[in-house]
Each structure stands twice: as structure tokens, then as C-alpha cells.
């Protein structure tokens, strides 16, 4: 069963450990000789990942493919993992970044949102021309976004789509939080122009 099915897409995964369990660090320090462990720390973050692949590839089929990788990549790293005060999201949000990173590099495209399949936090209604107008809204907001940079749309999925913290962002992009906000800051700045010139 593909994460797409366990959760939608914008569903926020869990990031508390449950009620007793350990948390990722300890189970990362075990998942190197115990499968168990490790398959712990897949169903707590696979949703997330899977979301922030989905988001930078577009499309389902890759995004499972790509999530796999992922995993893949850390089980077999997983026994050189350290911690150093970076979470073990931030290294898996990292492994995840360079797997899209080669994705594109080896297909040479820029990432493609399928905007039929996307649906932004409140985006229903039951007027039937606001929903047509909010759908051309998303369509311009997401033709905008991936005329970013790569690294400015890893910032908006990020900060928009998982939600997290400036200081998060920064551990998983391994930027200060003052460098991230900066280029939030510019982010806008230039998200601001390409908009009004799709206008």
C-alpha cells in the first residue's frame, strides 16, 4: 500500500514519537543491526517524505519510486548516522532533497505539479465560480513556483507544504535560521515579480 493510501497528501505527519515509544534518535542508534527499528522510523516518516518528494516530482508513480530510494538510501546508511544535534528528520528530509536532486539532474526537466491532483487547505466551496477562480489562482501560484530556483522551491515545499520551522528548514537545508529567513525574505520577493509578470 503506497503512502498516498495510508493519508492524504496534506495530512501533517506525526512528529512526536507515540505515547512510550523512543524517540527517532534512539531508534536510529538501533536501526543499524535491527530491522525493527528501522521499519519504526519508516512508518513514522514515510507520509512526510512521500509528501515532500509528491510535491517537488509531481506525479505518484515517480514519488513512490523515488520515496523507496529514499528509505533505501538511509537503511543502508543508517548504522553511519549521527546525531550532533541535527534531528534524524533533518537527514532524511537531506537524503531525500539529493535523491529529487538526481531525479531531475538525470531527467533534465524542472519539476512538474499535475495541478488536478493538488489540492490546497481551503480550496472548497460550493459556489461553482469560486471554485473555478481559486483554481486558476493555484494554477498561477504553482506555474510561479517552479519557475524558482530548485533550492527556493525545496524553501516553499518546506515552509508551505510540511509546515515546518525556520530553524527545522535550516537543519535539513544546513543553513543558519537567519539564512533561511533571508531567503524566505527573497523568495517572496522573487515569487512577487513572477507573478505579476504571468499577469
Given at each position: 500500500?503506497?503512502?498516498?493510501?495510508?493519508?492524504?497528501?496534506?495530512?501533517?505527519?506525526?512528529?512526536?514519537?507515540?505515547?512510550?515509544?523512543?524517540?527517532?534518535?534512539?531508534?536510529?542508534?538501533?536501526?543499524?543491526?535491527?530491522?525493527?527499528?528501522?521499519?519504526?522510523?519508516?512508518?513514522?516518516?514515510?507520509?512526510?517524505?512521500?509528501?515532500?518528494?509528491?510535491?517537488?516530482?509531481?506525479?505518484?508513480?515517480?514519488?513512490?519510486?523515488?520515496?523507496?530510494?529514499?528509505?533505501?538510501?538511509?537503511?543502508?546508511?543508517?548504522g553511519h548516522?549521527?546525531?550532533?544535534?541535527?534531528?534524524?528528520?533533518?537527514?532524511?528530509?537531506?537524503?531525500?532533497?539529493?535523491?529529487?536532486?538526481?531525479?531531475?539532474?538525470?531527467?533534465?526537466?524542472?519539476?512538474?505539479?499535475?495541478?488536478?491532483?493538488?489540492?490546497?487547505?481551503?480550496?472548497?466551496?460550493?459556489?461553482?465560480?469560486?471554485?473555478?477562480?481559486?483554481?486558476?489562482?493555484?494554477?498561477?501560484?504553482?506555474?510561479?513556483?517552479?519557475?524558482?530556483?530548485?533550492?527556493?522551491?525545496?524553501?516553499?515545499?518546506?515552509?508551505?507544504?510540511?509546515?515546518?520551522?525556520?530553524?527545522?528548514?535550516?537543519?535539513?537545508?544546513?543553513?543558519?535560521e537567519g539564512?533561511?529567513?533571508?531567503?524566505?525574505?527573497?523568495?517572496?520577493?522573487?515569487?512577487?515579480?513572477?507573478?505579476?509578470?504571468?499577469?
Amino acid at each position: 500500500m503506497s503512502p498516498i493510501e495510508r493519508s492524504e497528501i496534506g495530512e501533517v505527519a506525526p512528529a512526536e514519537p507515540p505515547a512510550g515509544g523512543e524517540d527517532d534518535q534512539a531508534l536510529a542508534r538501533r536501526a543499524g543491526k535491527d530491522q525493527a527499528a528501522f521499519g519504526e522510523l519508516y512508518e513514522r516518516h514515510v507520509t512526510a517524505i512521500y509528501r515532500y518528494v509528491f510535491y517537488r516530482v509531481g506525479n505518484e508513480e515517480d514519488a513512490e519510486d523515488l520515496t523507496a530510494r529514499v528509505f533505501m538510501r538511509a537503511m543502508k546508511h543508517v548504522g553511519h548516522y549521527d546525531d550532533r544535534g541535527v534531528p534524524f528528520t533533518a537527514w532524511l528530509y537531506r537524503i531525500a532533497h539529493n535523491v529529487v536532486a538526481n531525479y531531475h539532474r538525470d531527467n533534465s526537466r524542472h519539476p512538474s505539479i499535475p495541478l488536478d491532483e493538488v489540492e490546497l487547505h481551503g480550496a472548497h466551496s460550493d459556489d461553482a465560480d469560486a471554485r473555478i477562480d481559486g483554481q486558476r489562482e493555484r494554477s498561477r501560484l504553482l506555474h510561479a513556483i517552479r519557475r524558482l530556483p530548485e533550492e527556493r522551491q525545496q524553501l516553499v515545499v518546506l515552509k508551505f507544504v510540511e509546515q515546518l520551522q525556520n530553524s527545522e528548514i535550516g537543519q535539513i537545508m544546513n543553513r543558519s535560521e537567519g539564512a533561511i529567513k533571508s531567503l524566505y525574505h527573497r523568495t517572496l520577493v522573487q515569487l512577487r515579480e513572477i507573478l505579476g509578470r504571468l499577469e
